[in-house]
């Protein structure tokens, strides 16, 4: 597996040991730490971009789980999308090809399209597209935003509704997202391994409940106890200029990029993904108070 340090990463470990499988996972020089806490897993050291640690890593290995995936570009690193979503994708599906592996699972992005305007999402289109003409049996996941504690948005915005009287809302507020928990994406990697109806298959990893981020606000708000979330929405306009001035600077929350994306709605059809993989959708509020009560 690669991707085991992030925030879907851990939660996958712990689905595919629930499932009895056991797990090597591709670990990058320092990052060992991240999954302190996790035992009985294997630990390798690679990198998606250096073939040879990935093909030194997949000998034996039946199934290949690529998680490996940026929302931001790094220049002093240069992890770029194209790197890391295509090329480091490219690089991992060859190296499977080339050790044998059964099956392959791969994280793409609701959103990934031919036409899309984000470059976050041409490049995870590009890289699904390099999935679908490699040999080893593929299955593709496109979650939409994915909640759970320690992610990197509801958490954001619980963090904002706890400390500022007013939480600033790019824009109109109306772009409708369809938040999915961490657990049950997990549970759908796990599962995919020895499904083989899922071969071939492309599936929206979504939420039962479409909600505009006006609403998922206080959706987040009802969850810590707020009886009101007071907002002041900032025009997508004043935001722009700022965002592709100041991007590159450590702390400032958008690039262009994500702008483009925030500037979308996020939604898909959640039967497929729920019936599939045999689990009961969660309502968001539910899922929200069970992560943030």
């Known amino acids: 597996m690669t991707g085991a340090t992030g925030f879907v990463g851990r939660a996958v470990i712990q689905a595919l040991r629930a499932e009895g499988y056991a797990v090597r996972c591709l670990v990058r020089r320092g990052s060992e730490r991240d999954l302190r806490g996790l035992e009985a897993i294997e630990r390798v050291e690679g990198n998606v971009l250096a073939r040879e640690t990935l093909e030194r890593g997949m000998a034996g290995c039946d199934t290949v789980i690529h998680l490996v995936g940026i929302i931001r570009e790094q220049a002093a690193t240069l992890s ?20 044998g592996v059964r099956r392959y699972l791969h994280m793409s992005a609701l959103g990934s399209r031919s036409n899309a305007r984000s470059r976050y999402h041409q490049t995870k289109w590009a890289a699904e597209e390099a999935v679908r003409s490699n040999p080893v049996p593929w299955t593709i996941f496109r979650p939409s935003i994915i909640y759970g504690r320690g992610d990197e948005f509801v958490s954001l915005l619980a963090g904002m509704i706890q400390r500022y009287p007013v939480v600033p809302v790019i824009g109109g507020g109306l772009q ?3 938040p999915v928990p961490r657990e049950h994406v997990a549970a759908g990697f796990a599962r995919a391994v020895a499904l083989d109806t899922t071969v071939k298959q492309t599936y929206d990893v979504v939420g039962p409940d479409a909600v505009t981020l006006l609403r998922l606000l206080d959706l987040v708000g009802e969850a810590l106890g707020r009886a009101r ?20 600077l450590p702390g400032f929350p958008l690039t262009p990029d994500q702008l483009l994306m925030l500037e979308e709605d996020n939604v898909g059809d959640p039967r497929p993904f729920y019936t599939t993989f045999g689990q009961s959708p969660m309502p968001l509020a539910t899922g929200l108070r069970a992560m943030l009560g």
């Not at 770029?80 to 050790?99: K, P, S, W, Y």
């Not at 979330?229 to 590159?248: D, S």
Request: glycine fraction near 6%.
């Open 80 to 99: 770029t999308f194209e790197r890391i979503h295509v090329q480091g994708t490219i690089n991992v599906l060859d190296a499977a090809a080339g050790t």
């Open 176 to 178: 409708r997202l369809q």
């Open 229 to 248: 979330v007071r907002k002041v929405h900032v025009p997508i306009g004043l935001v722009r200029p700022l965002a592709r001035l100041l991007h590159r």
